[in-house]
């Protein structure tokens, strides 16, 4: 399809398409506001601290202040987003905002402004989806909004257990519009931004490093230095105008104290599917074997969800884990990526190269968080629905990563909506893929226009969407791991390896993740 | 919406071109799978809904329909079959007494099993009063999930398949609207799953024998309606409309009597059925039927959209009249609105007169009947909802009416958050982009002007603010809820008018050839 073809229509098209945008944003706020008696975690009284913090103190005091064990570990734009949310909140009621009063505060009115918030800032999201698709053709449009907009993964984490992940990932998204329309200093403003909106978007720096040294910054010397400047410029003035102010008052050393807690272990509370299952799970397996053969194999004191205390490792047999290794070996993963970039700084690749760089800073990083992985599918579901492959891809994916969710809620209120929100967008991907990519007898049978034939012979070849008997399987002992954690283990088991379930189902999604890294992998290696 | 066709249909495989087609994705698979993800979605919303308060929390010692309900099964689990509708010293019957037929108490008694085996402190005799906890609300609200998911979302596949049976590639997307609408009615999902009710089943069972009906088997709906009226009695408003249709197709065969009888046989096998418990002496069926006859109770209760409740502002019915001759006079109007419809279907018998039929019959109940619920707006609704493709105006104008009609109560059970979000993705899926269907060329519509419409949503939204946010003056304390059923019942008039009319208007042959092509 001619991209002119595309754009003389496009501005006739437009209003329609904003129209449908809106539409699908406001039915899911409907949903996002029927789910405000939700269970909200820790992080609601986080934010809601947050929000008294930076309205009742002096900015100077905002990295100090330990009224609540929540303190802001957040950098200062977000810091400063508070802010701005906290002076609607003192209009609405001034006990959300009140230090030593609000705390654990949960009456209706701070749950119904919170909640709000964050649907609101998820117009956000909202823009950067609508920049990043607004050339497309309709139907690949309604798809991508369907997979991000109504992504599961966003109801569950921002919509019921509480966090702004929609708006953070609206701007990555913002600033990837921009590099694939080729505004490269945009593109490096709005990632600075999100740099200090939150830190651990810091993972794709590489990757915009690389690409925009190669991409902005070419054309001769004389002129690749000039615009490194400018961009080198551009990037310092934002991270001035978020850390000058601590700067200034000697604040610095304690504001990277609170970003990077390194006190914490190599894994959360819940192990994120990720590496570093396996590698404490070969661990144990070692362990059982040698102490088999009769070696004498001391059991760790240290937990792998604590931080590094003296010496103790929390590993029998295997060497020890730290900060660095994990640094290291994100940096090894991404450095396919990288020498990709820097050889053709491609602009349709950055979405895929941004998301394998989450991708592998989520599977080798230190403490990772399960929601960690929203900041790949979301980018990932931008590009799922350019080839076959990638929707194949991005269907397994999608569904893997928001399962790896479910152990966050975990009352049984919230039970069935986990359950319907994950076959609701399962059901939705497979139905709109499967329009989107016939197979050979279906195309056959639509009466197509001559202006299409030339495509259903290539989809033809292709052979539509099917799921191969690998991945079906796979789903399948996913249900398999859903069904003996919530009913067969209590059952069979009682309360005896009451961690086994979370386990089970950190393995069984790291292998659906490892999968889904492997196959980025080799997509971004073999692309021309 | 009309610049879109003409990109789409350089991209899309669909030979129409048309307008619809994002709405592709959903409906290409067909009807099942259309109805598969429309359901789910439909779940989710009904799982979101039941996160909210029910009637009657934490308000002791009455309590609501909530308690109501689990005072049913604690009975029904804990006491002999005989006893359940007998007034003794385990079964207070002034306390939330049973006053459903059988069906419903089987129900509550299956429900109470399941209460009982997971959590049985909820459903103890005596020491379950009023029992609120956070495991008793979740498994309350998952016995009405699991019925309406068993029981009514069946029922509406069952239905959508014989009324479009293959449908051609155009109407597809139109049928997957249609099952939207007729599985997110906000007014059921707030009465079911936020106030607490189990209106899914009589209603599910409705719209089995409607779907019986329409596909000419008239024996199983027999079975199907009877199960709805002995679920409530209140499915009552439908029967002239069953009766009526059921009878003039029978004239039209060839031994009518035999035909005639056959369903009586099938009525009576089914009721004999489900009241077999108390059929072995006369003295216990009068004790149930009893129950079921709420005519110690005024003629309406609260405030709702009826004849009796809006003209109550001038004449005092309650004071002029005893409560004898207001159940004659109520009787007679009511059977007097219903005569016209079903002198039609007796007539000529059609279809879609049917749907016609049952809506405006149990108008008729609704406003004109005695002890009327601002409940019972659900019965005309379902109708409604069952004719939305042809009457797309009146239905969305019917369902915002009836919505605010229910507006008081609402507030009341501390729902009005998923009030305005359910009334909101009504609007938004009624009128989701990239249909085709001419929504205004509608008589009602052209009867109002579009001025006149506007003038009306306007004091539409204007009723909500006000009665969310001021007092009412001392001297009228329920001014708002006054002029609310006002309103609504002017609204219901209009409807109900515009559908008896269309009702008689489908006899001319000109819109036959419609009726054809239709079903």
Known sequence: MGKQKLSSKGVQNSGCTKATLWWFYLVAACIKVLLFPSYSSTDFEVHRNWLAVT???????????????????????????????????????????????????????????????????DLCLLYGVYRLTRNLDSRKQKLIWLS???????????????????????????????????????????????????????VAAPVYFVYLLRHYCRGGIGRGFTRLLIMGGMVAAVFAAAFGPFFHLGQIQQVIRRLFPFGRGLCHAYWAPNFWVFYIMSDKGLAFILRRLGFNVQTPTATFTAGLVGDSSPFSVLPQVTPLVTFMMVLLALSPCLLKAWKDPKPQMISRWVAYAYTC??????????????????????????????????????????????????EAQEYPIKILLLLLHSILMWSGFSAQFPDGAETARAPTGHHTEKKVD???????????????????????????????????????????PLMLISIYCALGIMYSWIWQLTFIVKSP | ?????????????????????????????GTTTTFLIVGLFALLVRAAVSLHSYSGFANPPKFGDYEAQRHWMEITINLPIQEWYRNSTSNDLSYWGLDYPPLTAYQSFIHGL??????????????????????????????VLSSDLLILFPAVLY????????????????????????????????????????????????????????????????????????????????????????????????????????LGFYVLGTFAAVWWPYLYSKDSILEVLSRLAPFERGIFEDYVANFWCASSIIFKWKRLFRSESL????????????????????????????????????????????????????????????????????????????????????????????????????????????????????????????????????????????YLTMNPPEKYPFLFEAIIMNVCFSQFVLVTLGCNIKQWVLNKPTKLEVDKKFI
């Open chain 1, 148 to 202: 991000a907009i109504w992504s599961p993964m966003l109801f569950i984490v921002d919509h019921v257990h509480f966090q702004y992940n929609g708006f953070l990932i609206g701007i990555l998204l913002i600033s990837l519009s921009y590099l694939e329309e080729g505004r490269d200093l945009l593109g490096g403003f709005f990632f600075a931004v999100l740099l200090c909106l939150k830190h651990l978007f810091a």
């Open chain 2, 1 to 29: 919406m009309k610049g879109k066709g003409t990109s789409d249909t350089v991209s899309v495989v669909d030979g129409d071109g048309n307008q619809c087609c994002w709405w592709w994705w959903l409906v290409h698979k």
């Open chain 1, 55 to 121: 309205h009742s103190l002096p900015l100077s005091q905002w990295y100090f202040d330990e009224t609540s064990p929540w303190t802001l570990d957040y950098p200062p734009f977000f810091a400063h987003f508070e802010h701005f949310l906290s002076m609607f909140a003192h209009l609405i009621d001034p006990k959300i905002v009140h230090l030593q009063e609000g705390l654990n505060y949960s009456a209706n009115t701070v749950v119904y402004f919170q909640r709000g918030t964050v649907i609101l800032s």
């Open chain 2, 159 to 262: 239905f959508v398949i014989v009324r479009y049976g293959q449908p051609s590639r155009s109407r597809k997307s139109d049928i997957g609207w249609h099952i939207a609408m007729l599985l997110l009615n906000p007014c059921l999902i707030l009465i079911d799953h936020g106030h607490f009710q189990y209106n899914c089943i009589s209603l599910g069972f409705t719209i089995g024998a409607v779907a019986g009906v329409l596909s000419g088997k008239d024996l199983v709906a027999c079975v199907l309606y009877c199960l709805a009226l002995n679920h409530k009695q209140m499915s009552a408003y439908f029967a002239p409309a069953f009766f009526s249709h059921l009878l003039g197709k029978c004239l039209r065969r060839k031994h009518p009597l035999l035909e005639v009888s056959k």
């Open chain 2, 327 to 466: 159940r004659i006079l109520s009787l007679t109007a009511t059977v007097i609105t219903c005569l016209p419809s079903m002198i039609q279907q007796i007539k000529s018998p059609s279809n879609r007169g049917f749907l016609y039929g049952l809506l405006n019959c149990s108008f008729a109940f609704y406003l004109f009947s005695f002890q009327v619920h601002e409940k019972s707006i659900l019965l005309p609704l379902l109708p409604a909802s069952l004719l939305a493709m042809e009457e797309p105006f009146i239905f969305k104008w019917f369902m915002q009416f009836a919505m605010l009609s229910m507006f008081p109560l609402i507030c009341r059970d501390g729902l009005v958050v998923p009030y305005f979000a359910l009334l909101a993705l009504f609007i938004l899926i009624f009128d989701a982009p990239g249909q085709q269907r001419v929504k205004e060329g509608n008589y009602l519509y052209n009867y109002l002007g579009a001025t006149t419409v506007r003038l009306v949503l306007f004091c539409y939204f204007i009723l909500h603010i006000v």
């Open chain 1, 458 to 500: 290539q989809r033809k070849s292709n052979g539509g969407f099917v799921i191969g008997w690998i991945e079906r399987m796979y789903l399948i002992g996913l249900v398999i791991v859903e069904i003996w954690g919530q009913f067969l283990h209590p059952l069979l088991l009682g309360d005896k390896l009451a961690f086994a």
């Open chain 2, 114 to 143: 399941f209460l009982r085996f997971v959590h049985p402190e909820s459903v103890s005799l005596f020491t379950s009063r009023g029992h609120e906890s956070y495991l008793g609300k979740l498994l309350m609200r998952w016995t």
């Open chain 1, 361 to 410: 800073g989520f599977l080798f990083g230190w403490h990772v968080h399960e929601k960690a992985s929203l900041h790949f599918v979301i980018p990932l579901a931008i590009v799922a629905v350019q080839t076959l492959e990638d929707a194949k891809h991005y269907f397994l994916l999608s569904i893997v990563s928001c399962y790896s969710l479910f152990p966050l809620l975990f």
